[in-house]
């Protein structure tokens, strides 16, 4: 009986060790999540949004690729690619102003990797679509529109 209650307390301090290291991680992460920026994600306007998001005003820039369709049949499931040529990107965002929340993502880009999102969003309606890159050497945007076929 003694060696089985031992095994209890074992195994209890074991999980608890556990629980207690995952608490940990939980509230690292949490902390790391403090620079999410809420009000640009809650903007209710594309102008809103993209002064709450940056720093500076967006130049249209023709390296700045958006892939869409130019009618999509189903809102529900828009594909779109986004794509720079741009140097040292820090940053890329997706808009819809037609949408009720216009900013749709948000991506922080390593040097390590290639600029490139690729999505499906949802339109409520036809729109245009605005992406915005960030550089080292500014804030750059290029735009498509999409047309939703009427159902």
Known sequence: M???????????????????????????????????????FESESLAQALERL??????????V????????????????????????VQSMALLIPGNVRPLILQAIISDSVKPVLSTRVKMRRSSEVVAVVETRSGIFSGQATIALAES
Do not use: F, M
């Not at 209890?8 to 403090?34: E, F, H, M």
């Not at 940056?54 to 390296?63: I, K, M, N, V, W």
């Not at 130019?70 to 140097?87: E, K, M, S």
């Open 65 to 88: 690729y958006l892939g869409v369709p130019q009618t999509a049949i189903n809102g529900a499931v828009v594909p779109i690619r986004v794509t720079t040529a741009l140097p040292d």
């Open 2 to 40: 003694i060696t089985d209650r031992r095994a209890v307390l074992k195994g209890s301090a074991a999980i608890l060790a556990l629980g207690c290291a995952g608490l940990s991680q939980l509230l690292q992460a949490r902390q790391l999540a403090g620079d999410w920026p809420t009000e640009a």
């Open 54 to 63: 940056l720093e500076g005003s967006a130049q249209p820039d023709s390296l």
